[in-house]
């Protein structure tokens, strides 16, 4: 492209709300943890490498029947909270910045389990209630 020689309207969003299509035989309960699988499809949060943390879900989305992309689900980006993991993977305020992984829908962990878990966002505070995470 070249440079601009007049006015230009340049759309935008605000950026803290997506909508994705759904995988095929997936089912996404509101408030849960959302993520992008490697074919650029919303699903649950779950223990796997090739997920990207999306957000939270904004509504229940059921899928189960219906093929890859047939549903959609609208995911908020920003800071939530989500269940704490337990033992070693426990999340103290020692590690607010960092990353978080996932293990499921509602649930983080300190560490990738072994390399089993993908990123689900930065930890943005940390309580008795569980871990607060900022999804960007």
Do not use: H
């Not at 035989?25 to 408030?31: L, N, Q």
């Not at 993991?85 to 293990?103: E, K, P, R």
């Amino acid at each position: 492209m070249t440079a601009l020689t007049q006015d230009r309207k340049t759309p935008m969003k605000a950026g803290d709300a997506l909508v994705l299509p759904v995988a095929a035989s997936t089912k996404i309960f509101a408030g849960s943890l959302v993520a992008i699988n490697a074919s650029g499809y919303a699903v649950p949060g779950s223990t796997s490498t090739t997920l990207k943390g999306a957000g939270r879900a904004e509504q229940a989305v059921d899928n189960s029947g219906g093929s890859a992309g047939a549903l959609t689900v609208e995911v908020r980006k920003g800071v939530f909270l989500f269940g704490n993991s337990a033992s070693a993977d426990l999340i103290t305020i020692t590690d607010i910045g960092n990353d978080c992984y996932i293990v499921d829908d509602q649930t983080v962990a300190k560490t990738n389990g072994s390399n089993t878990r993908s990123v689900a966002g930065k930890i943005f505070d940390v309580d008795a209630s569980g871990v607060w995470v900022k999804f960007e």
